[in-house]
Nanobody, 115 residues
């Protein structure tokens, strides 16, 4: 079992930055991939970014060049640095950890981009 706790969400103006953190506990040795998803009311959860243990990273087209996903294995934490935020980035952001055939989710953190 892996437990995930997100932090770092909040209210920011367009053009601003936020850094989300996702701290893992439990069977952290089994994590082989980290990802961030986001969801807005009435829409499906969508992938924002994903990184594997080998360092292979993918980003949604809508965030390429603005968001950076990284992981710190020593701290068992993943980060999502979000720059040049837009109103359309407003969503609940969820951390995901992949461990073999299992997926674990955090509780979500609200990001609101508004002037």
């Amino acid at each position: 079992q892996v437990q995930l706790v997100e932090s770092g969400g909040g209210l920011v103006q367009p053009g601003g930055s936020l850094r989300l953190s996702c701290a893992a506990s439990g069977s952290i040795f089994s994590i082989d991939a980290w990802a961030w998803y986001r969801q807005t009311p009435g829409k499906q959860r969508e992938l924002v970014a994903r990184i594997t243990s080998g360092g292979w990273t993918i980003y949604a087209d809508s965030v390429k060049g603005r968001f950076t996903l990284s992981s710190d294995d020593a701290e068992s934490t993943a980060y999502l640095q979000m720059n040049s935020l837009k109103v359309e980035d407003t969503a609940v952001y969820y951390c995901n950890a992949g461990a073999g055939k299992y997926d674990y989710w955090g509780q979500g953190t609200q990001v609101t981009v508004s002037s």
